[in-house]
C-alpha cells in the first residue's frame, strides 16, 4: 500500500515543495510482512512493528554518512515519502529475506524494511508479491496506549487494510524522528522505539487533527480520499525513555 506527504515540520524534509519534489525521481521504501495463513501477525503488532521498522532504517549506520544505503535515503526523502507494503509467506518470505534489508519482529509480527528503490526498479522477488490480502485483526482489545511513549493516533473515520495502514504508520514514526534532536534519538532507540498505535475516539480526533502536533496526510493515491490518517502524540517523550529490553527484537 503506497502513501506519502506527512503534514511538514518547518526543519523536517517534508516540507511543502510539491514541484520540486514531483519533479525529482521518485522512490519507494518497500516494506514486507510476514503473514503466514495458518498464524498471521495481530493487527496492531503490525502496525506498530512496521513503524519501528521504518526508525530503524532511518537510524541504521547504513542510512547515514556515507553509508552503503545513504544515497537511496536521500534520493527517497528529497522526492516524494512512497512506502509500499507487500505481504510474503513460505518461500516468498524467505526470498525476501535474502535481500539486503531489516528484519523487525513484534510481538506477532515481522516486517522487513529495505532501502529505497526506484518506483520502476523494484528486486525482481520484492516486485512479484502481492499488496492486498494484508486484511489482519486483533484477536482481543488492544490495551491502553503506553502514556510514557509516543502514541500515533490512527483517524477513526477511515477504513484502511492493514498494509495501508501500515504505511501510515509508518509516516507518523517517520515525522516524529524529524521532529527529535540527535539525543532524543539515541534515547528513543535505546528504549526500542517504544511507541504505540490506536485509533482515537471521535471527539479524541477532532481535537488531535486540529493541534500542532505532527499530521501525517495521505495523498490518496489508493485505498481513501485525500486527507488526515495519523496524529503523532509524545513524540517529545522520548528523551525521558528508559533503555529497555523491547518486546520487539530488531
Not at 506519502?4 to 522512490?27: C, G, L, M, N, Y
Not at 512493528?49 to 527517497?76: K, P
Not at 520502476?120 to 484477536?139: C, F, H, I, N
Not at 490495551?143 to 477511515?158: I, T
Amino acid at each position: 500500500m503506497s502513501s506519502d506527504d506527512p503534514t511538514p515540520a518547518d526543519d523536517s524534509p517534508f516540507r511543502d515543495e510539491s514541484i520540486v519534489r514531483d519533479e525529482a525521481r521518485q522512490f519507494v521504501l518497500p516494506l514486507v510482512v510476514h503473514i503466514e495463513k495458518a498464524a498471521p501477525p495481530a493487527r496492531t503488532d503490525a502496525l506498530e512493528t512496521s513503524a519501528r521498522a521504518v526508525l530503524t532504517i532511518l537510524s541504521d549506520e547504513r542510512s547515514l554518512g556515507d553509508g552503503i544505503w545513504a544515497q537511496a535515503m536521500r534520493d527517497w526523502q528529497d522526492a516524494r515519502i512512497r512506502k509500499v507494503v507487500r505481504r510474503a509467506r513460505g518461500a516468498e518470505w524467505r526470498r525476501a529475506e535474502a535481500l539486503p534489508g531489516i528484519t523487525v519482529t513484534g510481538r506477532s509480527a515481522e516486517v522487513r524494511v529495505f532501502p529505497p528503490v526506484p518506483l520502476d526498479g523494484w528486486p525482481k522477488d520484492l516486485a512479484r508479491l502481492q499488496v492486498s490480502g494484508t486484511d489482519l485483526e486483533d484477536p482481543e482489545p488492544p490495551a491502553p496506549a503506553d502514556p510514557a511513549a509516543p502514541v500515533l493516533w490512527l483517524n477513526p473515520e477511515l477504513d484502511m487494510s492493514a498494509g495501508k495502514t501500515m504505511a501510515q504508520t509508518g509516516h507518523g514514526a517517520q515525522l516524529a524522528w524529524w521532529e527529535l534532536s540527535e539525543k532524543e534519538r539515541i534515547a528513543w532507540r535505546e528504549a526500542g522505539f517504544a511507541l504505540s498505535v490506536r485509533t482515537a475516539d471521535p471527539a479524541r480526533w477532532s481535537e488531535l487533527s486540529a493541534s500542532e502536533l505532527p499530521l501525517v496526510r495521505d495523498a490518496g493515491f489508493t485505498e481513501i480520499a485525500p486527507g488526515l490518517t495519523v496524529a503523532v502524540e509524545g513524540h517529545d517523550r522520548v528523551g525521558a525513555l528508559a533503555k529497555s529490553v523491547p518486546d520487539a527484537a530488531v
